[in-house]
């Protein structure tokens, strides 16, 4: 028997290998709102103003008040690959930026349509350009950009058969600006749903910030239910708040966990966290917390994943350490005292 004839290896066209690529980076409306979020900040933005229909389906907008995008720069910024934020694997190797892989915008524009509105610092007016025809003309807007986002995946409709319901996706873009504002409290961000704001977390500069953000975002009641952390294991410093045991709830829903102000999924840090409330939470009680470890650049990978979300510590034991260290610390406070009001 003869094998079945092969087809002829060829080179994708670029459109299918941004297509391709975009589904790493792109799971759903949420995704797009991540990554718009870190450009804007990168950009040193002060307002952030997210526009949502359909739960981000049908329109996301992000508009912010950062340093824009000179004309000239807009359609390469819609380019893979293309970034201003390193150009060099040194640089790679101790990135400072939110963003550096030059891939969301690329990514956004290959599934939906995109239009840049962007003012930059030395232009006299704004301008606008369709990511659809590629054409580029004056418009009007205060300094900043504005990226809006329309008909997510209409080009790839299987894709679009994975989402949720509108609610489910507006829930999970909501989560996503949330995990910004809290490692952000010095940004003001604000959400719209169909015309409505839903949420508006004003900006708190300095350092009682981050404590009025908490507020904001989680509660008065997180506030109230847990204690401020700050504690240096080497290299490693870890700040934020731990819940008292009291606090913890049946679902892992409000573990925060960032470093060097990324919001990050983290084995180490949650194993770590796990076991500075072993002794005083059973069960399947989760504890809630918002952590922020800060480490230099270089001992962390932050390139493991293309949505940044998982990183590599290049020593998992420090790190484990000190967030061990910091909450079990913080818990030993209030249990001490409540050992002495017992006793008493
Ligand atoms: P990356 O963030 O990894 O550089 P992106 O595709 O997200 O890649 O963005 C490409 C480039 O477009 C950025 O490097 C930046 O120069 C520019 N850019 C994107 N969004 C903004 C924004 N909101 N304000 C200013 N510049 C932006
Ligand atoms: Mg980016």
């Known amino acids: ?84 934020k390193i150009a060099s694997l040194a640089e790679l190797e101790a990135v400072g930026t939110m963003g550096f892989r030059g891939e969301a915008l690329a990514a956004i524009h290959s599934i939906a349509e995109v239009a840049l509105l962007s003012r930059a610092g030395d232009q006299k007016s704004a301008w606008l350009l369709d990511g659809r025809t590629g054409e580029l003309k004056p418009a009007a807007r205060a300094l900043g950009t504005t990226v809006e986002v329309k008909e997510l995946f209409y080009s790839v409709p299987a894709r679009r058969k994975f989402l949720k319901t509108d609610a489910t996706e507006l829930a999970h873009c909501i989560d996503a600006v949330r995990r910004h504002a809290l490692a952000r409290p010095d940004v003001g961000f604000a959400i719209w749903h169909e015309g409505k704001l839903i949420e508006h977390w004003r900006a708190h500069p300095g350092e009682a910030g981050r404590a009025q953000r908490l507020g904001d975002v989680l509660g008065e009641d997180f506030l109230a239910a847990s204690v401020a952390l700050d504690h240096r294991v080497g290299p490693v410093h870890v700040t934020g708040r731990a819940g008292l045991p009291d606090a913890a709830r049946s679902r892992a829903d409000q573990q925060f966990a960032y470093v060097n102000g990324r919001f990050v999924r983290d084995k180490v840090i949650v194993h770590a966290a796990r076991a500075a409330y072993e002794d005083v939470l059973h069960g399947q009680r989760q504890p809630v917390y918002v952590l922020h470890v800060t480490i230099d650049p270089a001992r962390v990978d932050v390139n493991v994943h293309p949505t940044k979300i998982e990183v590599r510590f290049r020593d998992g034991r420090e790190v484990h350490q000190a967030v061990r260290h910091a909450v079990e610390n913080a818990l030993a406070a209030p249990r001490a005292a409540l050992a002495a009001a017992a006793d008493a």
């Open 1 to 84: 028997m003869s094998p079945t004839p092969r087809r002829p290896i060829r080179e994708l066209p670029d459109e299918l290998i941004s297509q391709i690529a975009a589904g790493e980076v792109v799971e759903r409306p949420a995704s797009v709102v991540r990554e718009l979020l870190d450009n804007a900040l990168d950009a040193d933005a002060t307002q952030i103003t997210v526009r949502l229909s359909a739960g981000g389906v049908r329109l996301i907008s992000v508009e912010d008040d950062g340093a824009g995008i000179a004309p000239d720069q807009m359609a390469t910024a819609l380019k893979r690959h293309a970034t201003s």
